[in-house]
């Protein structure tokens, strides 16, 4: 169960992205709207899988950042797993797109971060 409402929670936050952020685009043209829902879902899904397998990685490594700039790095490491999710989902035919890194990625990844926050903070815990 908790799968799925990481799930979840990422997907509305990439929607909330997609509605902000110039640049983040999910399901262009005339898609339905079960369409996107399961495009935002697979998605948030990739993004999950991303931040679960490689950003611990991407993370260790960028410590000294971290420290350097008392955690705001945070913010590009997670536009970089947005973009590399973005990518994942185009060489998977998904139709999910970020534009460019400096404003779209790093945009979203704010957005993003802060709707999965409240979220997280809004939903119960089962621990």
Do not use: C
Not at 4 to 26: E, L, M, Q, Y
Request: no cysteine.
């Amino acid at each position: 169960m908790q799968l799925i409402i990481k799930i979840v929670v990422n997907a509305v936050a990439i929607w909330v992205a997609t509605a902000v952020v110039p640049g983040v685009r999910v399901s262009e043209g005339d898609a339905s709207l079960g369409r996107k829902i399961i495009t935002l879902l697979v998605v948030g899904a990739i993004f999950g899988l991303v931040n679960a397998l490689i950003k611990p990685i991407v993370k260790l490594f960028s410590l000294p950042f971290y420290v350097l700039t008392l955690g705001l790095f945070a913010f590009i490491v997670n536009a970089l797993m947005l973009m590399l999710a973005s990518w994942l989902a185009e060489q998977l035919n998904i139709s999910f797109h970020i534009d460019d890194f400096f404003w779209s990625a790093i945009g979203a990844a704010i957005v993003v971060t802060f709707v999965s926050m409240v979220l997280n903070l809004v939903l119960p815990d089962n621990d």
